[in-house]
């Protein structure tokens, strides 16, 4: 059985920054993609950054481009979100999620794993 479970998230001031965690288990494949999403309240849900395991290259929203960093602890089978410079519109649920088979790495819709989720709130 996949799981992937988040953690790291919290409150921060603007210009702040945090770190979240995706620990990934019970996935057979150890290639594959893993994007952080977010979903505020009212707006759909979007890619922020992705990496595939395999490479190791990685996707970028604009939005978050500069501020945020995604990487990977293959060890650990675990993925990070590094986010800086946080702004009050980067505040929403951040989601993690998994998938093998992927043509458009920002599309919720190719991911079949997903974690349960953990809230950012950036005050300003």
């Known amino acids: 059985q996949v799981q992937l479970v988040e953690a790291g998230g919290g409150s921060v001031q603007a210009g702040g920054s945090l770190r979240l965690s995706c620990v990934v288990s019970g996935y057979r494949y150890s290639s594959k993609y893993m994007v952080w999403f977010r979903q505020a309240p009212g707006k759909e849900r979007e890619g922020v950054d992705g990496i595939y395991t395999g490479s190791g290259v990685t996707f970028y929203a604009d939005s978050v481009k500069g501020r945020f960093t995604i990487s990977q602890d293959n060890a650990k089978n675990t993925v990070y979100l590094q986010m800086n410079s946080l702004k009050p519109e980067d505040t929403a649920m951040y989601y993690c999620?998994?998938?093998?088979?992927?043509?458009?790495?920002?599309?919720?819709?190719?991911?079949?794993?997903w974690g349960q989720g953990t809230q950012v709130t950036v005050s300003s």
């Open positions: 999620a998994a998938g093998l088979y992927v043509s458009t790495w920002s599309s919720p819709s190719e991911y079949a794993f």
